[in-house]
């Protein structure tokens, strides 16, 4: 057989790659210009420590390499015995982290011990414990402060490169239920209103109270003025179940919900004009709800006697008007009971759910792809992966527009084929070979059927490939019903050769 020749395959792959979307940016920018905080009068250097993070992602379109590594600074608090709690984005596909004494003169390795990605938050320790004693010998850890009230001053606290210590005080502003890290996973935040200047660039940094840890810086907006920082009921449930062993993680019910403001709307769901309530649209299939007995189309009035109004939004006894989720995500650990009042046409119902944190692993599209390599199969020259909301969001910051509508459909709604599939695989791309002739052109196409094989997972597509005897493979797109047919011979072939050219490894399915 005579030779086959290949294209440099690697550089054509650029062709299907979306734009690059925006890096992370530091909490604390470098060159900030505000007020000079004060100089903090009390020792504090004795409880924090630098957290210094070497991170390298998995490049999205060529899930065979990973991008080149990126280096991250914070400003840590120890809060127990060589113990120090940050948020999971300083930790997230690191592949080294270390901490450093405050006066830079000492250094040891450290790993997580607990990490959340859905609150932003991680509780690290020293990789050795013999050279953590020396590291945090005479350390004072911070107690966790009092939940803040509105009005309340909190301090947040930077070091100088030189290691001279700063406060710069603010003012709690407003506490709101938002997300800290990934989009739909909202958690109570504090909004801190403090002119900050920059101390030494860090991507996160402890908030005070007097004496006590009050939060944990996420960001900064020089413009407004404004910090968002993780609220203190947050990271005192955060750092107790996670100091406690098994950590179980924050909870939820699994439903998505509406308001009712609509007159038409309440109309419709028989609601009285001096009831609130919010709609249930969607019911997670498998989720706490689901177990329990929620239907879409219910309403959901209290949670344990705590009402909820028209807007989804209930009375805190120290914050106010609050989303009626911290009832859930602040109120509850994985495990408890909870009682739902609820409306099913017109009709009164008590329901008790057992809440539980949702299980990444369970979902269609997962949300995050944090210290996991992606699944991947290589096949003479036609990529597959699965789809996730990483995958989506390197599209760019429109990615909602700019995304295929076929993935996109398959993120917004799972539900249609969670039947079919346990992930969306799917034709990411094509590396012009001889085996691919005529498909260069084919890109982001769900895979239905390879080889007679339903295809729930790429574990299931790897299966379908290995165990066919057939001189050709078939593989069958949702899309437009089309099939597409590989030569056994050639792919084979091709395969060989790509090991030769740089893809160390053909496929993944973890």
Same mark, same amino acid.
């Given at each position: 057989?005579?030779p086959? /020749?290949?294209?440099p395959f690697?550089l054509m ?16 920018p470098?060159?900030? &210009?505000a007020?000079?905080p004060?100089?903090?009068e ?5 409880s924090?420590v630098?957290?210094?993070?070497t ?10 390499e ?8 914070? %400003?840590a608090?120890?809060i127990?015995?060589? %113990? ?8 997230a596909?690191?592949t ?7 006066d ?7 790993k997580v $011990? ?6 932003n938050?991680? @509780?690290? !320790?020293?990789a050795?414990?013999?050279?953590g004693?020396? %590291?945090f ?12 009230k $509105? =009005? ?6 930077? @070091?100088e490169?030189n #290691? ?5 005080p603010g ?12 989009? =739909?996973q909202?958690?109570?935040t504090?909004l ?8 030494? /660039?860090s ?7 007097g ?7 996420l960001?900064?907006?020089? &413009?407004d ?22 950590? =179980?993680g924050?909870?939820g019910l !699994?439903?998505?919900?509406a308001r009712?403001e609509?007159?038409?709307l ?5 609601l009285?004009?001096d009831?609130?309530?919010?709609y249930?649209?969607?019911?997670r299939? #498998? ?5 329990a ?7 959901l ?9 028209r807007r989804g ?10 989303s009626?989720?911290?009832? $859930?995500?602040?109120?509850?650990s994985?495990? +408890?009971?909870?009682? @739902?009042?609820l409306?099913r ?10 809440v539980?944190r949702?299980?990444?692993k369970?979902?269609?599209?997962? /949300? ?15 990529v597959?992966?699965?789809l ?9 910051e ?13 993120f ?15 034709? /990411?791309g ?7 002739? !005529?498909y ?7 895979v239905?059927?390879?080889n ?7 574990k299931?597509?790897i299966?379908?490939? +290995?165990?066919?005897?057939a001189?050709l493979h *078939?593989?069958?797109?949702? +899309?437009e019903n089309?099939?597409v047919?590989l030569? +056994?011979?050639i792919?084979?072939e091709?395969?060989?050769?790509l090991?030769?050219r =740089? $893809?160390?490894?053909? *496929?993944?399915?973890e």
């Amino acid at each position: 057989m005579r030779p086959l /020749s290949i294209l440099p395959f690697l550089l054509m792959l650029a062709s299907c790659n979306p734009p690059e979307s925006k890096s992370a940016k530091p909490a604390v920018p470098a060159a900030e &210009k505000a007020t000079a905080p004060a100089v903090v009068e009390w020792n504090v250097k004795s409880s924090v420590v630098r957290l210094n993070s070497t991170q390298q992602t998995w490049n999205p379109w060529q899930p065979w390499e990973k991008n080149p590594p990126v280096r991250r600074r914070a %400003l840590a608090a120890i809060i127990g015995p060589q %113990l120090v709690v940050t948020t999971s984005e300083l930790v997230a596909d690191a592949t080294y982290l270390e901490f450093e004494s405050a006066d830079g003169s000492r250094f040891t390795p450290a790993k997580v $011990i607990a990490v959340d990605y859905e609150a932003n938050l991680a @509780l690290l !320790g020293p990789a050795s414990e013999t050279q953590g004693a020396e %590291l945090f010998a005479n350390s004072l850890p911070f107690k966790v402060a009092a939940p803040a009230k $509105i =009005g309340d001053t909190l301090e947040v606290l930077q @070091l100088e490169d030189n #290691g001279l210590p700063l406060v710069t005080p603010g003012t709690l502003q407003s506490v709101d239920v938002s997300p800290n890290l990934l989009p =739909g996973q909202s958690f109570l935040t504090y909004l801190l209103k403090a002119s900050m200047r920059s101390a030494s /660039s860090s991507y996160t940094l402890p908030v005070l109270r007097g004496r006590e840890l009050a939060g944990v810086l996420l960001s900064y907006n020089s &413009k407004d003025q404004v910090c968002d920082v993780v609220s203190t009921d947050i990271l005192a449930r955060f750092i107790t179940e996670a100091t406690q062993g098994t950590y =179980g993680g924050f909870p939820g019910l !699994g439903i998505s919900t509406a308001r009712t403001e609509d007159g038409s709307l309440r109309q419709w769901l028989k609601l009285a004009d001096d009831q609130g309530g919010i709609y249930i649209r969607n019911v997670r299939k #498998g989720g706490a709800a689901d177990r329990a007995g929620v239907r879409e189309g219910d309403v959901l009035l209290a949670v344990d006697g705590q009402v909820i109004d028209r807007r989804g939004y209930y009375q805190h006894p120290n914050y106010g008007s609050l989303s009626w989720g911290h009832l $859930i995500r602040g109120g509850k650990s994985s495990g +408890d009971a909870t009682r @739902l009042s609820l409306l099913r046409e017109g009709q009164p119902l008590e329901i008790e759910a057992k809440v539980e944190r949702e299980d990444e692993k369970t979902r269609l599209v997962p /949300s995050h792809a944090f210290d996991k390599a992606p699944n991947y199969l290589v096949k003479g020259g036609l990529v597959f992966q699965e789809l996730s909301r990483p995958l989506l969001e390197s599209f760019g910051e429109e990615w909602r527009s700019r995304a295929p509508l076929n993935l996109l459909d398959a993120f917004t709604n799972p539900e249609n084929y969670e039947e079919s599939m346990d992930r969306v695989v799917f034709l /990411s791309g094509v590396i012009p070979t001889p085996a691919t002739v !005529g498909y260069e052109g084919l890109r982001n196409l769900i895979v239905r059927k390879a080889n007679g094989r339903e295809i729930r997972d790429m574990k299931t597509l790897i299966e379908a490939f +290995d165990s066919n005897m057939a001189d050709l493979h *078939s593989i069958e797109f949702a +899309d437009e019903n089309l099939t597409v047919h590989l030569d +056994d011979l050639i792919a084979t072939e091709v395969d060989t050769q790509l090991l030769k050219r =740089g $893809i160390n490894h053909l *496929s993944r399915a973890e």
